[in-house]
């Protein structure tokens, strides 16, 4: 589970209900399911409007990621990568054959099984190298989903504040009507700019963030794997590799 993630979730919320409360305002005047309905369905038809649906598939089944799984650290792929190089140091490339499917990590298992079938180097840089332009796509199309649903959902609130203040013209002789319509026009724009600037966006760079960090491991992974091709001494490619994570990642 990322904590940061669930914390800033929870805390955001927290802030809002409570700001709200020692306003002397009340839940319940927050709970308004036709304001949700109009910008949270109106926000994601925008996005389906924006991107092929697999994409926002994609970007919803990402939530998993963002919220339940913590990324693999870069001490661990170190120790992975220096128990291959000794083991192709001690026995041969080849040896290191029967160890790749214990391997974690999917990219450190594809070059590995490259390397081991006998790909020259300069070739297995290159094809992994193509392996990361299209990861990295992919998953900037994923989190740019998310910047896009929070940059519709404000304006979808706004719409809906219309909605609501259209409604409180039309029944101005009924009092008894008012105050649902005033309730939907601004609780509209509190879930409009609420969920852009609590959710959506915060959830992109989340992604963001998570994936230049993925993008450094594998640059440190396909530099272990070209080193344990070419014979380098497990001590100085434990050192080189430790070059591309900070001090307080590795401690």
Do not use: C, W
Request: glycine letters at 10%.
């Amino acid at each position: 589970m990322d904590r940061a993630s669930i914390i800033g979730i929870i805390l955001g919320i927290t802030a809002l209900v409570g700001g709200n409360q020692l306003e002397g305002g009340k839940i319940d005047s927050m709970l308004q399911p036709t304001a949700a309905l109009i910008v949270f369905g109106g926000t994601l038809g925008a996005t389906l409007l924006s991107y092929p649906f697999h994409d926002v598939v994609r970007a919803i089944a990402a939530l998993r990621g963002v919220l339940f799984i913590k990324p693999k650290g870069s001490r661990a792929l170190i120790a992975d990568i220096i128990r291959t190089s000794n083991i192709a140091r001690r026995s041969g490339f080849i040896a290191v054959e029967p160890e790749i499917k214990n391997l974690d990590h999917p990219y450190l298992r594809k070059a590995l099984r490259l390397a081991v079938a006998g790909m020259l180097p300069k070739l297995l840089i290159e094809t992994m190298e193509q392996d990361n332009e299209t990861f990295e796509d992919e998953n900037r199309r994923i989190a740019k989903v998310y910047e896009t649903a929070g940059s519709f959902a404000p304006t979808i609130g706004i719409l809906g504040a219309v909605l609501g203040l259209i409604r409180v013209m039309e029944n101005l002789s009924d009092p008894a009507k008012l105050g649902a319509g005033i309730a939907v026009a601004f609780v509209a724009t509190i879930y409009g700019v609420g969920s852009a600037n609590l959710l959506f966006l915060p959830i992109s760079r989340k992604l963001i963030n998570r994936l230049q960090q993925e993008i450094s491991l594998r640059s440190m992974i396909l530099e272990g794997v070209v080193g344990i091709q070419a014979g380098l001494n497990p001590y100085y490619l434990e050192e080189k590799l430790k070059v591309f994570v900070e001090e307080k990642s590795y401690s």
